[in-house]
């Protein structure tokens, strides 16, 4: 107590001492504007075993921790063998001199304790060249079964705290798992953790499925089944796969690529009558159909922007295959893609600044993104083809799928910034299209 | 090898059971009849041999001798000449079994965005269904459905698959309740 | 043995270990001293020495006491107290409860699924992918994909060059490890990074790349257009000040006069601005901004003493345009750790009979233009 008095103190001076100072001189006014662009190296020592038999799990902890971190390409992990000292215990004085000499900006200690099936993870973060810790420690409990999604928890806080935006870590994906040739893929629906863990299949491979999205809250997958013989929209409650029904659609004789409103009260989707693809609104409750489209053209993969009230979606009214926005409610569109090549699935950011989209041209397929009125389109990838984007609960990073070409061309799913850097794949026991990642669970 | 065994087995019972059981006929999926052609090209398949291929009135006639298939080129549902006359003998063939029914299969190759390929099969499956609508055909006998590029023929990466891929299917089955 | 002993003992060692260990360590990769020419960059000299020395001697941190609190509930550690004496009024979080906060609700989901999935690695989750020779068939130079964006190219280092200890152990000790940390394990504390003045993704053909709808960037709006502020490197040294004067006024809310040119010594030179400028650049990270942040301009406050050093306690958040006050904090958060990161163990080159106009420094952050990096 007494140290931090005078502590206060001392900064009071000083604070009086440069007031004065001030005013003898003006300050100096720079402006900064060129910086680097690099992962920010940080430390997490494994984390203490408070229980004896917790190791192993303070172990996996750390480890899944750091895989977050370093897996967002801002972050980069500083091997353990480089350390001078390590914490003696979780709540021990930091010798930040040890972390700075080996460049450490950010320090991630914690502490995991085991008791029967429950598990109990501490943690602080320390901003290592300013000497203090970032925000207070957390203590998250659970039980041991649910150890992931503890730490995915842990490295959310770390990295919102450090980025100042929230994490995605603690968040799933569902796609469409492809295995068998080319010619004959059998599909089915999986979901999984974010990074690739704790894979379950929906649905099994009795007939094609397509493009799974997740509601808003998480609860409910649409997507698009052949189980009839024809492509029509289903909804499946991810506690209940079993359970799953078709939606009742405007008549129409084929019905795909839905997408939830934020409410999760309205489906937005492509109709099929007689060739032609119109976009539709169906209303969950009432089951009143709203056409929104109306042209003779293909128009397809729309999606709410987050606050309901627009649309973007492709069409190919031009000649070819564009990118528009509309209102909710239909009416006239504007065209915003005005680029090379042809614009499809286009997938409004949560954030509501960007819209991603595949690009074709030349033929390359590219996943990039623009502002929502077209500007600053920035492509991130480049392959034979890539498909199919979806947004990290943050709006930072985007996840699609890519095929590789020729005859035993496969499938797989990938992950890059938005910035475009930062390409990976994301680990999937087969292959793997269409992702939808979900929101931050609670 | 197994392809082609099991392929020879999947032809023999359809084509033995063709005329006498609807329901098997129903059963023994036709699509999987296309596949299996795609994986072991035509060559594989002694036309001659298979005996229903010469009967005018059995589906091997209508698949192998008429044609079931017409192709599009990229980006397109417009019908060519060719896929025309293929589409003629459809229709007469249609006319004169007229127990049968159809669905037309809209393809896409791998050139395109799932949605998209999606709606550009259905456009050629319609096109399709249309023309034989317009040779005189009941519109309630054709059904369209689109794979989009979900069942590509050929796998490979190259025009020359691409050009197989982009096509229009007519299966023809035993009406239920013709 | 008291606490205070105990800790100061401990912070001895720790000065001892860290000078006989950490200090040998850090400067036994001897390419820095070797490629030490007479002609070094500004951002070389920054990134050659962040981080190899501590701006602090390491036996403060034992001198402090710390007041242990063994709070009741979850043993609560108490909050470190920074080791700046001169820690400033800042809030001094009061080793407040800490209660499990927000322990969210963990119970996992028991979904009931249908299949049980095969058998996941449950290590190396993501994978890096494939190397891509996308950009391999151009005739033209063109920057290389590096993962770190700096206002200066530097070339990857030559195949003999040193590499970071971090490699070598990594490689042996930790065998195990994902494959992406044994591909950019480079240190900055001895290389400068491989570095791109500009991140080249996937899908672009830098400089010659069909540049589609790209109109001017939108920026933060501002009372005076910042934005055309000329920069440092401008030439007329007394537009340079104008111009920032001019700009600063507006960023802050004190008012300010347009120096008087000439007063005690003269005004600070352009090299020397400039010089600064690059030293803290070369720490100033904006790859962790969140998307808010890196459209957020602050103004950042503080004092620097005679050496060339910032007084760490003094830098302050002072006004911000163009985002939300959490994204102003992140940005400042940033900034600030570049500021005190970058000081190196000489202090920054700021000419020392000129200090009274470096004594209070307002540093305008503007990560805008990183954002197109």
């Known amino acids: 107590m007494m140290t931090k008095l005078m502590t206060a103190i001392a900064a009071m001076m000083i604070a009086l001492v440069s007031v004065t100072a001030a005013q003898a001189q003006e300050p100096l006014r720079l402006t900064l504007r060129d910086g680097v662009i690099e992962a920010l190296p940080f430390a997490i020592p494994n984390f203490q075993a408070e229980v004896a038999g917790s190791e192993q799990m303070a172990a996996d902890i750390s480890r899944v921790i750091a895989e977050d971190l370093n897996g967002t390409g801002l972050f980069r992990q500083i091997q353990s063998s480089a350390f001078i000292s390590t914490p003696a215990g979780f709540g021990s004085p930091i010798e930040f001199a040890d972390w700075r000499a080996i460049n450490a900006q950010a320090l991630v200690t914690g502490a995991v304790a085991v008791n029967g099936s429950q598990v109990t993870v501490k943690f602080r973060l320390y901003d290592v060249f300013s000497g203090a810790e970032m925000g207070e420690g957390l203590q998250f409990a659970g039980t041991t079964d649910g150890w992931r999604r503890m730490s995915h928890k842990v490295a959310d806080v770390v990295y919102s705290r450090i980025t100042g935006e929230a994490g995605y870590f603690d968040s799933r994906i569902v796609y469409v798992a492809e295995t068998g040739p080319k010619d004959d893929r059998a599909k089915r629906l999986a979901i999984m953790d974010y990074d690739g863990a704790n894979v379950q299949y929906l649905t099994d491979s009795s007939a094609i499925v397509l493009a799974p999205r997740f509601s808003a809250t998480g609860d409910r997958i649409l997507y698009t089944s052949y189980d009839s013989g024809f492509p029509r929209i289903n909804v499946l409650d991810v506690a209940n796969p079993q359970g799953r029904q078709q939606l009742t659609t405007a008549p129409g004789d084929m019905a795909f690529s839905p997408r939830f409103s934020l409410d999760g009260r309205q489906v937005i989707y492509s109709l099929i009558n007689g060739g032609n693809t119109d976009i539709y609104r169906t209303d969950l409750a009432t089951g009143q159909n709203t056409r929104l489209t109306n042209t003779p053209a293909i128009e397809t993969a729309p999606s709410f922007n987050p606050d309901g009230s627009q649309i973007v979606f492709e069409s190919d009214r031009s000649g070819t295959q564009q990118l528009y926005v509309m209102s909710a409610n239909g009416g006239e569109p504007q065209r915003i893609s005005f680029g090379n090549g042809r614009y499809g699935t286009p997938v409004w950011s949560p954030r509501g600044d960007l819209i991603a989209f595949t690009k074709q041209e030349s033929g390359r397929f590219h996943i990039g993104v623009m502002r929502t009125d077209g500007t600053e389109e920035r492509l991130l990838t480049s392959s034979f083809l890539d498909e199919g984007p979806t947004w990290a609960p943050n709006g930072r990073v985007i996840m699609f799928g890519r095929e590789t070409q020729g005859e035993n061309g496969t499938t797989a799913l990938f992950s890059v910034d938005i910035t475009g850097r930062n390409l990976r794949r994301v680990s999937t026991p087969q292959g793997g299209s269409d992702p939808s990642w979900g929101p931050l669970q609670r | 090898m197994k392809h082609f065994i099991k392929a020879a087995l999947v032809i023999g019972a359809l084509t033995l059971s063709a005329c006498t059981n609807a329901d098997r006929f129903d059963n023994a999926d036709a699509v999987d009849l296309n596949a299996q052609n795609g994986l072991n090209t035509p060559v594989n398949i002694d036309q001659t041999g298979l005996g229903g291929a010469n009967d005018p009135s059995s589906p091997q006639f209508f698949s192998q001798t008429i044609g079931d298939r017409v192709l599009f080129e990229v980006d397109t549902s417009t019908l060519t000449a060719a896929g025309r006359a293929t589409l003629d003998g459809q229709a007469g063939w249609l006319a004169t079994n007229s127990d049968y029914l159809a669905v037309i299969e809209g393809h896409a190759d791998e050139q395109g965005t799932r949605e998209y390929n999606l709606a550009l099969g259905a456009r050629r499956a319609n096109a399709v269904r249309e023309y034989l609508v317009s040779k005189g055909l009941a519109a309630s006998r054709i059904r369209t459905v689109s794979y989009g590029k979900e069942r590509p023929l050929e796998v490979c990466s190259a025009e020359s698959c691409y050009a197989q891929n982009r096509r229009a299917v007519t299966i023809i089955s035993i009406g239920q309740n013709s | ?373």
């Open chain 3, 1 to 373: 043995m008291s606490v205070g002993t105990y800790l100061s003992g401990t912070g001895h060692a720790a000065l001892v270990v860290w000078m006989v260990v950490g200090w040998g360590m850090s400067s036994e990769p001897l390419p820095f001293e070797v490629t030490e020419v007479s002609v070094v960059s500004g951002a070389d000299f920054a990134a050659m020495t962040q981080g190899v020395q501590p701006d602090q001697p390491p036996s403060e941190p034992a001198e402090i006491e710390q007041p242990v609190v063994e709070d009741v509930t979850p043993p609560a550690p108490e909050v470190e107290t920074p080791p700046e004496v001169a820690e400033p009024p800042q809030p001094v979080e009061p080793p407040a409860p800490e209660t499990p906060p927000e322990a969210p609700d963990l119970t996992v989901p028991e979904t009931v699924v249908t299949d049980v999935a095969p058998d996941i690695p449950d290590t190396p989750t993501i994978v890096a992918p494939p190397p891509s020779a996308e950009l391999g068939s151009s005739l033209r130079p063109i920057p290389r994909p590096a993962t770190r964006v700096a206002p200066e190219i530097v070339a990857p280092p030559e195949p003999d060059a040193t590499v970071a200890p971090e490699i070598a152990q990594a490689a042996t000790e930790q065998s195990d490890a994902p494959v992406e940390d044994v591909t950019d394990p480079v240190d900055e504390t001895t290389a400068p990074e491989e570095a791109a003045d500009q991140i080249v993704t996937e899908a672009e053909e830098p400089a010659f790349a069909p540049e589609i709808s790209s109109r001017p960037q939108t920026r933060p709006q501002r009372s005076t257009p910042v934005a055309e502020t000329p920069s440092e490197d401008v030439v007329d040294p007394v537009a340079a000040a104008l111009a920032e004067a001019g700009a600063a006024e507006t960023a802050t809310p004190e008012p300010s006069t347009t120096p008087t040119a000439g007063l005690s010594g003269g005004q600070l030179s352009d090299g020397d601005k400039s010089g600064f400028l690059r030293q803290v650049g070369g720490c100033w990270n904006t790859g962790t901004l969140s998307t808010g942040a890196q459209n957020t301009i602050i103004d950042m406050v503080f004092d620097m003493t005679p050496d060339g050093r910032p007084v760490s306690g003094s830098v302050r958040l002072d006004g911000f345009t163009g985002g939300s006050a959490a994204d102003a904090d992140a940005a400042f958060q940033t900034a600030r750790r570049a500021l005190l990161r970058c000081t190196g163990d000489t202090g920054y080159d700021l000419p020392a009979d000129q200090y009274e106009q470096w004594k209070r420094v307002i540093l305008t952050v503007d990560p805008t233009a990183m954002r197109q990096r």
